[in-house]
């Protein structure tokens, strides 16, 4: 059972969006035992989209397609559906009923080109789209389905979690596949690769599968494997997953995809603690991480953003003097703001970062990439300094790992100390 | 002149990774006159890889690949090239002594995979790589030209730069593109083509392009024309642009890819002005979005991300009657914000947030998407209520882009009032 991804776009090709709607299919798909084995993005011509709708036909047996739907004159995917089809356009009454209502309820006026859209193939069945006004649609032709749906990213997940993901056992059988994901942090893809050596190879003669999937600070293994018995696979999947875990253990901060933010929300609430941050080198990037999770108001208290000195000194208490002594980027302004903005805050716990983010700014004693970050716990504040390299974006995001990772090492062994006591 | 860009690893098939390079090297290829046409993702296997470049290489005159050389045992990508293009593997003592360097550097050891990437196709122009371990390979076969690239971002830009760009028009007749971009904020795609409607159809005729290329809060409007006279074409999009923008003037904040915060940026930077910030339901990505920029420490101050309502009291000054007469999410508290931290940082400008960002939190009289602006100024205060949908991300990125829209046209107003006196 293999699908099949078709992009349709020239705002995706001249690179004006970033396909985000393939990784979230190929994501969600995957999750369901189904396998993406390609992405296709094309422009929106009746040729291009012919083109690939022809060999996608004869390589999966699922093609999903996102895109050229929307409600201006440079959409001509719905025409070239309907001839590749075999089939015309139809007025569909229902759709139009919910245009109509859509418009109302975020009062705005509907215009002549939202109605067309409820013009829609006759032999496609109508997949509601209940944020938006471009139906998607789904075409049964020989042993292959397609669906077509808008490319707008919350309209296509919207229109796959109502409509699509329900219907798709019923049409094919589907195999079983498990999988385990090992999340670890501060560690390089060659090391791990070098650790887990001789056990990869094992585990690839077993015929499971292991990717390494790496991002800033972070890399991911994950061992799965697919078959009809779904116990014997999974037991596999375990077996091997402890032989490789037992390896890389002191690298490891959590399972199954989830985030270091997400594994640091859960260590924060589980406890009843609570976190401030005092950013500058990262420049709100650490609360905008924090604050991404819905439910982070329960643990995280508020924020400092002191990119300029004067706010370090009124609000973070940092030292003037230390400020001219070692500069900002310094351990001992990064611990004094750790600690300002954790009694300003009144919290458990804080995190600091001060650093040259790049591409600028660097000197020769402190190269750009240069960063400390500060904790500040209840019984202590400590401080690491990092050098990372000469991305600006890569370097907050980093820094931003880095810290939530001291941060959870840090309360995972103050936990223990206590419990030893 | 086409090219075609082949994205190899499993990590974007399986939703792991989100494809930012194709991105990046469609907008860079069109800047120079190379019409993206096709993206392929596929699979580390030789067969997916021989088959991807069997077509592409009757369909494109330039093939970009990335991925699929990492040092770990899961790629398989140098191998299938060297037979694809009937070549074998040989040592590279430059490539070699690079790699040692670059790990003297980074100060990790070099271990035996990292020499392995010193081996490479002997008819293969090698790209240096001068941020990583796998360099980039240049072949040529028949017509085409295939470079293949690690998938790591900043190290595919940086072979791109460094080596790639200037080779390619002593080896293909590149055409002249000429485009200009509109960049319209706080306005929908559907009313803009309704505004433009008949100059659209005229531009169309007149052999030019035009796409619409919405973001959360923003639509660009792409004009665009290929040929060989440059200056007749520049000519032709600067005409057609002008009818264009003349039609919605009231919604261009920028042109040409300028992002809402460079503009913003460079309006606070011209007039020696500042700006702090006070976020509640943004959680720092405002802070983050105008950070993001090198060089924004000039007239960023800092903010307070008041994540928790006795920071807004303590911090910003709040009324504590307000907070329970109103809620956080009302006017009274958005311009309290707003000036409570314009005054505490002594910045020109302020901007507030406070909303039900989602997906919970909601009510019915406060329903969420809920979102409440502010901004003080040297002369008054004042605020704008927002109604967004249910994805908190979208509704954070739409907040932050309609905030810095408000500010944006309070600056120009407030300029155009002091030259009218």
């Known amino acids: 059972m293999l699908a099949e991804i078709i992009t349709i776009g020239d705002e995706i090709l001249i690179g004006q969006t970033v396909d985000t ?32 709708l022809d060999v996608a036909s004869y390589r999966a047996d699922l093609v999903l397609m996102t895109g050229g739907l929307g409600p201006t004159q440079d959409d001509v995917t719905k025409a070239t559906l309907c001839s590749y089809f075999n089939t015309t356009l139809e007025h569909n009454e229902e759709v139009h009923a ?10 705005r006026p509907m215009m002549e080109v939202h109605g067309l859209q409820a013009q829609l193939p006759k032999s496609a069945t109508v997949l509601m789209n209940a944020r938006g006004t471009a139906s998607g649609m789904w075409f049964d032709k020989d042993d292959t389905v397609f ?68 991002s800033p600070g972070s890399v991911k293994l994950r061992i799965s494997k697919s078959g009809n018995d779904e116990a014997k696979i999974r037991e596999e999947v375990a077996f091997w997953s402890r032989k490789v875990e037992t390896l890389v253990k002191e690298h490891i901060y959590g399972y199954d995809d989830a985030s270091m933010v997400q594994v640091l929300g859960e260590l924060l609430k589980t406890k009843g603690d609570t976190l401030s941050v ?62 300002g903005v954790r009694n300003r805050y009144k ?3 804080a ?42 974006q890569r370097n907050i995001e980093m820094t931003t790992l880095y810290a939530f990772n001291m941060l959870r090492k840090e309360i995972l062994s103050e936990a223990l100390a206590t419990t030893e006591k």
């Open 98 to 107: 919910r245009i109509a209502s859509f418009f109302e309820r975020i009062g």
């Open 347 to 349: 919290t458990t716990y």
């Open 351 to 392: 995190i600091s970062t001060s650093g040259i983010a790049g591409p600028t700014g660097g000197s020769e004693k402190k190269p750009v990439g240069t960063v400390w970050v500060g904790i500040a716990t209840p019984s202590r504040v400590y401080s690491r300094k990092f050098l990372f390299g000469h991305n600006r």
């Open 278 to 339: 005092a950013e500058s080198c990262t420049g709100g990037f650490i609360s905008h991480e924090l604050t991404s999770l819905s439910g982070s108001s329960v643990y995280f208290m508020g924020s400092i953003v002191s990119y300029d000195n004067q706010v370090k000194m009124d609000d973070l208490g940092v030292l003037e003097s230390d400020l001219i002594a070692h500069g900002a980027v310094s351990q001992p302004v990064v611990e004094q703001m750790a600690v």
């Open 147 to 214: 669906i077509s749906m808008p490319g707008v990213p919350y309209e296509m997940k919207g229109i796959m979690t109502d409509e699509v993901f329900d219907r798709l056992p019923s049409r094919f059988a589907l195999p079983t596949r498990a999988q385990h994901t090992i999340m670890t942090g501060g560690v390089g893809e060659s090391t791990l690769a070098k650790k887990i050596e001789k056990v990869e190879t094992d585990l690839r003669t077993a015929g499971l599968g292991l990717a390494y999937l790496p």
């Open 21 to 52: 709607n393939s990784a979230w299919m190929g994501r969600e798909l995957n999750k369901r035992g189904i396998a993406v084995k390609y992405i296709t993005t094309i422009s929106d011509t009746p040729e291009d989209i012919r083109a690939a």
